[in-house]
């Protein structure tokens, strides 16, 4: 079943975790830049404006910012205007010898302790005590990677053992609600009412 994105908060989710433990989610880093570069440096916060994105971060807006979109249809909505990545990715790249740190993939929020792939189309996270965003769908790893760092881009697009495509460049997400973000804050995770499809490429 296709969903048809607005960017207009999502208003009806039939599930928040709420509770708080020492081992819960928390976002490790923030990450922001005013061009658009693969990375983004590292800062101590950003701030999330609702149907947006980052404050002063080159993807925010609410139609498309992503050059090679904009070129082909500039008046498409930004489904990406905030982009996670889970930090577990790595450890597993480090196993192949390969080093990242927060916003080398670009990402803007660097999280640890949630499984961001595995969670279902449409889930808001909740991040720090007034930001959320809501799950558009799954960075789609591109040769960019490569010009980065060489042979990275086969440790985070490959095939699972079923056959099917595993994407691990993070999620993508639009913001329902504003707020200010720094590393330490907690995830919170508030799963959609209905049928939950999985997160596809946007």
Known sequence: MSRTWRIEPVLRHNRIMTEQ???????????????????????????????WGIDGDAHAGTTVQHRSRVARDPSQPNLRQVHLLHAEVFDDVAEAGYHLEPGQMGENVTTRGVDLLGLPTGTVLHLGDQARVCLTGLRNPC??????????????????????????????SVV?????????????????????????PV
Do not use: W
Not at 176 to 191: F, Q
């Open 176 to 200: 329902e609600a504003g707020g200010v973000v720094r590393a330490g804050d907690t995830v919170r995770i508030e799963l959609p009412a209905g049928e939950r499809q999985p997160l596809t």
């Open 143 to 172: 040769q960019q990677i490569n010009d980065f760092d060489p042979g990275l881009l086969r440790q985070v697009l490959g095939r699972a053992d079923d056959g099917s495509v595993e994407r691990k460049g993070g999620v993508m």
């Open 21 to 51: 433990r020492d081992d819960q989610p928390r976002v490790i880093a923030v990450s922001r830049d005013s061009a658009h570069r693969f990375s983004k440096p590292v800062v101590d916060e950003v701030t999330l404006v609702e149907g």
